[in-house]
Nanobody
Framework: QVQLVESGGGLVQAGGSLRLSCAASGRTFSSWTMGWFRQAPGNEREFVAA????????DYADSVKGRFTISRDNAKNTVYLQMNNLKREDTAVYYC??????????????????WGQGTQVTVSS
């Protein structure tokens, strides 16, 4: 059974930074595609970023490109999301998810098999 635990969320002022972490259980973490999604109140869950098993290919939503960076440490079974220059519209619950191994990052929710419980990010003006 795969378990994902997110951490690092919180309250931050606009223009500030946060780093989210997602610790995964499972012996084959290094083969998984990992993704970050977010869901704001009243909105559907949306893609934020994804990274393939080797870390050599990443993908970002246009709304976060240039501000967010996804990375992974396979030795620690952990994926990160560094969020800089945060904006009020980044306020949401952020979820990490695992998907099958691939040479390109997945962007669709249905491509992912397991999900974490989410961590709240609130950006104030």
């Amino acid at each position: 059974q795969v378990q994902l635990v997110e951490s690092g969320g919180g309250l931050v002022q606009a223009g500030g930074s946060l780093r989210l972490s997602c610790a995964a259980s499972g012996r084959t973490f290094s083969s998984w595609t990992m993704g970050w999604f977010r869901q704001a109140p009243g909105n559907e869950r949306e893609f934020v970023a994804a990274i393939i098993w080797s870390g050599t290919s990443t993908d970002y939503a246009d709304s976060v490109k240039g501000r967010f960076t996804i990375s992974r440490d396979n030795a620690k079974n952990t994926v990160y999301l560094q969020m800089n220059n945060l904006k009020r519209e980044d306020t949401a619950v952020y979820y990490c998810a695992t998907g099958p191994t691939s040479n390109r990052p997945w962007r669709q929710l249905e491509d992912y098999n397991y999900w974490g419980q989410g961590t709240q990010v609130t950006v104030s003006s």
